[in-house]
């Protein structure tokens, strides 16, 4: 079980600082850390983390001795037969308990156990979840400011035709067809650059709400990105079958319900204790000893003969759950190599089409010049350099969506692999600028 270190205040003040300083500029590694001290999901986690972790010492204290004190004080005044005098009574006693042999007390011990395993795990699912998060809402940010630049140098080339256009059907030289074209693709531009702002909206705040960071300081990527990692197929499903969180978490359930069928099944076994005692008793009551004093060791034996078919049924069902948590369990590891394999597929063919995008990306370039240069000669239209710039514009953010998706899929065959950590993020912050 992979172990995680505290939340340092060394670290929660790095990520206080960065929330404040919203003007100051971050990465996708400062993102997290912002992330990890200010989203209230993660804080969440990390409590139900120390909460779950009580789980294995309550279960453990259940085998130690268990001692307590009790006192007493009481007042008699005898009504029957007449004339008897009042007294006074009062005590203390202290006393021990020892399983000796007690199935429900050990299963406990062993449930807490695993209880407290299932908080790690959890929480390792948590952290693992919030990276890959983060650098989605910080993705998205960016990729809604490429969309938004696409489409308003697209609305400038679509407003630089349209004011063409008008001046040359003034002058005679085009119809009023070229006019409508252009101004076509002008209204389409300025709905596209409606959505854009909307949608960049959104991104912002969707960041701001994960880290509490000012995104209008957002590092935008570098040119190069890394390459995908050179690991094939079944190495990832390998690695993933001894790390995935999500087959941990269905291995430590079904260990958890083998626990409750050993816990049921005890139940017809018989209890035995370790019992001692000390007793101090004192009275004024006439006749009575003034003080009585006492220490007593013993063992006590409980065996349950008969409870209506409780236990047989108790016993039933806990071995349903325990098959149900087997089923699980297969079903984890099938769903585990399905998702390393998406993941997989995700980052080595995210690669290869962020290569294919940027040359179409200078292919549409060569398209515009070309377009450009054969409408001047006369062999083009003006409807074809429109296209031929909004096929270029488009490009551009399919770009941009190819280079995002790419960086995204690589955390998320990290995660799915259950090695996700902070020196995979670190990879990936690579390719954001300084």
């Known amino acids: ?165 008008r001046t040359a059907f003034e002058l005679g030289t085009a119809t009023i067809i070229d006019t409508h074209e252009a101004q076509a693709g002008f209204d389409a531009a300025t709905a596209k650059e409606i959505v854009a702002l909307s949608q960049q909206d959104i991104s912002r705040n969707n960041l701001h709400r994960l880290t509490g960071l000012d995104s209008m300081a957002i590092q935008p990527l570098r040119e190069q990105l890394p390459p995908p990692p050179s690991a094939a197929l079944q190495d990832w499903q390998n690695r993933a079958a001894d790390n995935s969180l999500a087959v941990q978490a269905a291995e430590q359930a079904l260990a958890y319900a083998k626990q409750t069928v050993a816990e049921k099944r005890g139940n017809r076994l018989p209890v035995v204790a370790l019992n001692a005692g000390y007793n101090d008793n004192r009275t004024n009551q006439p006749n009575a000893l003034p003080v009585t004093r006492g220490s007593s060791i013993g063992v006590t034996v409980s065996l349950p003969l008969y409870a209506g078919g409780g236990i047989d049924s108790q016993i039933r069902e806990a071995l349903a759950k325990e098959e149900a948590a087997r089923e699980r369990l297969e079903s984890a590891r099938r769903q585990m190599k399905e998702d390393v394999r998406k993941a997989w597929l995700g980052v080595t063919n995210g690669a290869a089409l962020v290569k294919a995008q940027q040359q179409l990306l200078v292919s549409a370039k060569s398209k515009v010049d070309s377009t450009k240069l054969g409408k001047e000669v006369g062999i083009r239209t003006n409807l074809d350099v429109l296209q031929a710039e909004q096929s270029y514009y488009d490009a551009i953010t399919s770009l941009a969506t190819a280079k995002y998706d790419y960086l995204t899929a690589r955390l998320q065959l990290g995660q799915v692999a259950g090695i996700l950590d902070s020196g995979l993020l670190q990879e990936v912050n690579a390719s954001v600028r300084p």
Request: aromatic share 10%.
């Open 1 to 165: 079980m992979k172990k995680h270190a505290p939340f340092t205040p060394v670290l929660g003040g790095l990520a206080l600082l960065l929330v404040c300083s919203g003007a100051s500029a971050f990465d996708l590694n400062q993102a997290w850390l912002a992330a990890r001290g200010y989203n209230s999901d993660y804080a969440a986690t990390r409590a139900d983390l120390d909460a779950g972790r009580e789980q294995a010492v309550q279960g453990r204290a259940q085998l130690l001795p268990q001692v307590g004190l009790t006192g007493s004080y009481s007042h008699t005044n005898p009504t029957q037969p007449a004339g008897q005098a009042t007294y006074d009574s009062s005590g203390y006693g202290v006393q021990l308990t020892q399983p000796l042999f007690d199935i429900s007390k050990y299963t406990a011990y062993q449930k807490g156990k695993i209880a407290s395993q299932q908080a790690d795990t959890s929480f390792s699912a948590a952290e693992q979840q919030l990276i890959v998060d983060t650098a989605r809402a910080y993705f998205d940010v960016l990729l809604a400011d490429d969309t938004l630049a696409a489409t308003r140098a697209s609305k400038k080339a679509y407003q630089t035709q349209l004011e063409q256009a």
